[in-house]
C-alpha cells in the first residue's frame, strides 16, 4: 500500500495527490473527473473518469442458427451480467422459437419487459434498480417462498392436491427469479465497487449473500421435488404409517432451513450451530426410512427414496447455510493498517 500524507490547502480543504503511476495507468490529465465512494468498511474508492449519469447498456445476440434453450441461457447471462436491454435479432424473420425463448426469459426475470419487437427483432429491458430492492430484503422473499412451498409439500405427502401442486411449481419460478436478481447484484458490485457504498455491503458480505441464496434455491428445488413424488406415492393405506413419519422428518428439516437462515441474517452463531450439530443426526435417520421404504412396491419404493433424500438435503443445505452464518458473523480483518 502506498502511503500519503493528507494537506491543508486554502485553510479548509483537505487534499491528497493521487499515485502517479496509477494516474498513468487511468490516463487521467489536469481537469478530468474523478469519482469518490465512501467503502462500508470506511475507506474511499477512486474511479477514474466518473460519469453522473450513464449510458443504458445493450447486449445484441442473433438469432440465426441459435437452439431456443442456448438463446434462453444467452439472455439470462446478460442480464446477469447486468447489461439494461438485450437485443434479439435476426437477417430474415425471428422464428416463433426464438421469440418464445425471450418471453419465456423475460418471465423467468424481474423487471425485464418487453418494449420494441418487429419482424425481425425484440428488445427487452430491466427497469429494476437492484438499489431499490436490498439484497437482505431479497433474501427474506426467498426464505418465506421457499417456506411456503415447504409447506405446501408437507401438506402434500398427506393429501394429495392438484393445485397446490401447481401452487409450488409457480413459486419455484419465483425463487429463481430472486436468486437471479441477487446474483446480478453481486455482478455489479464486482463491476463497481461504489455499488459496495450504495448497498452498505463489503463484497465478502455480499458474497455471503449470494452463497446463501444459492443454497435456498436448491432448498427449494428439493420442496418442489418433494411435492411432485408426494403426488405419485399410491394411498392405499400401506404406507399411511411410514409417510407419517416422513413428514415429521420433512417438518424437523425444514425447521432447520428457517432457522439457519435466520441466523445468518440476524447474526446469531449460536443457533447455527445447534442447527449443524442436529443436521448431521439426519443421516442415520435418513438411512432407516429408505429402508423401510423398500417394503413397498417397487413403484412407491422409488417415490419414498426420492422424498426421504430431499429430507436429507434440505438439512444438509440448513449445515451449510450455517456454517456461512458462522463466517459471516466474524468480521474481516482490518488490512488498511
Same mark, same amino acid.
Given at each position: %500500500? ?35 465512494? @465512501? ?7 477512486? #474511479?477514474?473518469? !466518473?460519469? *453522473?449519469? /450513464? ?12 437452439? +431456443? ?17 438485450? +437485443? ?14 425471450? &418471453? ?5 426475470? %424481474? ?8 419482424? *425481425?427483432?425484440?428488445?427487452? &429491458? ?14 427474506? /422473499?426467498?426464505? =418465506?417462498? +421457499?417456506? $411456503? =412451498? ?15 401442486? +401447481? ?9 429463481? /427469479? ?8 453481486? #455482478? ?10 450504495? %448497498? ?21 428445488? #428439493? !420442496? ?20 407419517? @413419519?416422513? !413428514? ?48 413397498? *412396491?417397487? &413403484? ?15 438439512? $444438509? ?7 456461512? $452464518? ?12
Amino acid at each position: %500500500m502506498e502511503l500519503r500524507k493528507v494537506q491543508l490547502t486554502g485553510g479548509s480543504s483537505l487534499t491528497v495527490t493521487l499515485p502517479k503511476t496509477w494516474a498513468e495507468k487511468a490516463d487521467l490529465q489536469a481537469g478530468d473527473v474523478v469519482g469518490c465512494a @465512501e467503502q462500508p468498511d470506511g475507506s474511499m474508492a477512486v #474511479h477514474p473518469h !466518473a460519469k *453522473g449519469d /450513464r449510458e443504458i447498456q445493450t447486449y445484441h445476440l442473433s438469432a440465426d442458427g441459435a437452439d +431456443t434453450e442456448s438463446l434462453f441461457r444467452q439472455v439470462i447471462s446478460a442480464y446477469l451480467n447486468g447489461f439494461d436491454a438485450i +437485443t434479439v435479432t435476426s437477417v430474415d424473420e425471428i422464428s416463433p422459437e426464438a421469440r418464445d425463448a425471450v &418471453q419465456r426469459a423475460k418471465d423467468r426475470i %424481474m423487471g425485464l419487459e418487453i418494449i420494441e419487437e418487429d419482424m *425481425g427483432s425484440v428488445t427487452v &429491458q430491466d427497469f429494476l434498480d437492484p438499489k431499490d430492492f436490498h439484497v437482505d430484503k431479497a433474501l427474506r /422473499r426467498l426464505q =418465506m417462498l +421457499t417456506q $411456503a =412451498m415447504q409447506q405446501d409439500a408437507d401438506d402434500l405427502l398427506t393429501t394429495p392436491d392438484d393445485r397446490k401442486r +401447481t401452487s409450488v411449481r409457480d413459486r419455484d419460478d419465483e425463487v429463481d /427469479r430472486l436468486f437471479w436478481l441477487i446474483n446480478k447484484q453481486f #455482478h455489479a458490485l464486482l463491476r463497481d465497487v461504489s455499488y459496495a457504498s450504495k %448497498m452498505e455491503l463489503s463484497p465478502g458480505e455480499a458474497h455471503n449473500f449470494l452463497l446463501v441464496a444459492r443454497l435456498c434455491e436448491r432448498t427449494a428445488d #428439493h !420442496a418442489n421435488r418433494v411435492a411432485g413424488e408426494a403426488m405419485e406415492i399410491p394411498r392405499d393405506g400401506e404406507a399411511d404409517e411410514l409417510l407419517g @413419519e416422513i !413428514a415429521q422428518a420433512w417438518r424437523r428439516s425444514t425447521s432447520l432451513f428457517e432457522d439457519a437462515v435466520d441466523t445468518f441474517r440476524h447474526h446469531d452463531p449460536e443457533t447455527a450451530d445447534r442447527v449443524i450439530q442436529e443436521a448431521n443426526e439426519f443421516q442415520d435417520e435418513q438411512a432407516q426410512l429408505l429402508k423401510r421404504g423398500t417394503d413397498f *412396491g417397487s &413403484q412407491a419404493a422409488v417415490h419414498i427414496a426420492f422424498v426421504v433424500e430431499s429430507i436429507g438435503r434440505t438439512a $444438509a443445505y440448513a449445515a451449510n447455510i450455517a456454517e456461512i $452464518a458462522i463466517n459471516h458473523d466474524v468480521a474481516a480483518p482490518d488490512t488498511t493498517a
